[in-house]
């Protein structure tokens, strides 16, 4: 098994008929068809009631059993080639760093989120425990048996960071606390630190807090849109999804309070109709309040209702990442940057040799997330090809090579200065 993942289809649809960004007129999800009463809410799983046992591997071949968080979490397929539940082998990668865990029920998420593989309107066809998400298959494990591993392996663990990703569901706040304290019971916080990408629309501050005092490190808060009108066409009432961007911003401000400095974030997905000045405007913001942001490159995923969409073009999406870099680790604000009239970065407000050395470093270009052990700049979430296929990498989970950065130079059209 690999977690490679191969995408049928046509490049030049992937990667925008020519042009160098996703204009927001492109990008408008289609319209989620209404679920067969049958296939609501889990219905298939619920009434088969198979009960699990063991690793279960996403199979629409088989009945899908009946798990439920806090027993069992779904879990990327490169952590549980990484934690040694399935053999595989990644694209230049030996391993991932992070071991995020997904809540899971047979209700799965009941938001419609249009780019999301979990998205509601799946259960049509696709029971929660089987559908790919970020490109790839997410495998259900008991709770129990990866705190065992990862008690046992203790110093050796490959993990610098473990991530709690919640859903939008009735059980999502309380079965996170019952997740967090399974892990600190046994596994010091302190040796691998926990992060939290939270579920602001079922939760309060108190519950903000609660995570903290339990021993989370990190609080992150999943905006994906950069707009909120992107928001609402792509996670509220748009795809009747029941997310606001109020409510969003008002936990992630309680997550500032809370956590502090350094201590949370954003995830904004890039390409989905926003300009580059936008995108990069809301990364200041972030950084100005204390925060970090958490990169993904769109890439249609297979089943949600942007799968007809084109990938962010590389250039767009090398300008973004390169900004968000300048932006968040070396001090350069988006207001000396220059965009044009269309609303893409024509200069980085750096001197050329300092934005050679940036880009010949390549750290800009590697997956974002929270830190782990390396450096403050390199994410232990390095998602691998979670936002593209490893054939035309978007988030690179690896230290690039020189002929790596020599593709980015072509992208980025900045070829290098001569010494
Ligand atoms: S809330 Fe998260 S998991 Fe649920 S559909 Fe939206 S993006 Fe996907």
């Not at 809370?258 to 913001?285: C, D, Y």
């Not at 297979?302 to 968040?328: C, E, F, K, N």
Request: neutral net charge; hydrophobic residues 35%; proline residues 7%.
């Amino acid at each position: 098994m690999s977690c490679l993942k191969q995408d049928a289809g046509n490049p030049t649809l992937f990667y925008g008929e020519g042009r160098d960004f996703n204009p927001a007129a492109v990008m408008r999800p289609r319209k989620p068809s209404p679920t067969p009463k049958e296939r609501r809410n889990g219905a298939d799983v619920k009434n088969s009631a198979i009960l699990p046992t063991g690793v279960y591997r996403p199979n629409n071949n088989i009945q899908t059993p009946d798990m439920r968080s806090p027993d069992y979490v779904q879990m990327s397929t490169a952590a549980a080639i990484t934690l040694g539940v399935m053999q595989g082998n990644m694209h230049r990668c030996s391993c991932t760093r992070c071991l995020n865990l997904l809540l899971t029920y047979p209700e799965g998420c009941r938001a419609n989120c249009a780019y999301c593989g979990l998205a509601r309107h799946r259960e049509a066809d696709r029971n929660y425990a089987d559908r790919n998400f970020i490109r790839v298959d997410w495998p259900a494990v008991p709770m129990a048996q990866i705190v065992d591993i990862v008690a046992r392996d203790g110093a050796d663990s490959p993990f610098h960071r473990m991530c709690i990703s919640m859903i939008t569901h009735p059980r999502s706040d309380a079965d996170t606390v019952s997740v967090l304290k399974a892990w600190t019971h046994r596994i010091d916080p302190n040796s691998i630190p926990v992060s939290i990408l939270s579920n602001p629309t079922t939760m309060s501050r108190d519950d903000v807090a609660a995570l903290k005092d339990l021993g989370a490190d990190i609080f992150t808060v999943a905006l994906d849109a950069a707009t909120p009108e992107i928001f609402d066409v792509t996670r509220g009432k748009g795809v009747d999804s029941p997310h606001s961007w109020r409510k969003y911003w008002e936990i992630l401000n309680h997550a500032r309070d809370i956590f502090g400095p350094n201590k949370f974030g954003a995830h904004i997905v890039v390409g989905m109709g926003e300009t580059e000045h936008e995108v990069l405007s809301l990364v200041q913001r972030l950084v100005d309040i204390g925060g970090h942001s958490h990169m993904f490159c769109f890439f249609p995923e297979r089943g949600s209702l942007m799968d007809h969409l084109p990938a962010t073009p590389r250039d767009q999406w090398r300008r973004v990442q390169l900004g968000r870099y300048l932006i968040d680790y070396r001090g350069v604000r988006v207001e000396n940057m220059q965009f044009d009239d269309a609303g893409r970065v024509k200069d980085f407000g750096l001197p050329k040799s300092e934005l050679d050395a940036v880009i010949e470093e390549g750290v800009a270009f590697r997956t974002s997330g929270c830190p782990g052990k390396f450096a403050e700049d390199v994410s232990a979430c390095d998602r691998p090809y979670g936002d593209s296929p490893p054939s035309n990498i978007a988030s690179y989970p690896f230290q690039l090579n020189k002929r790596d950065i020599a593709k980015i130079r072509r992208q980025l059209e900045v070829p290098r200065e001569c010494s």
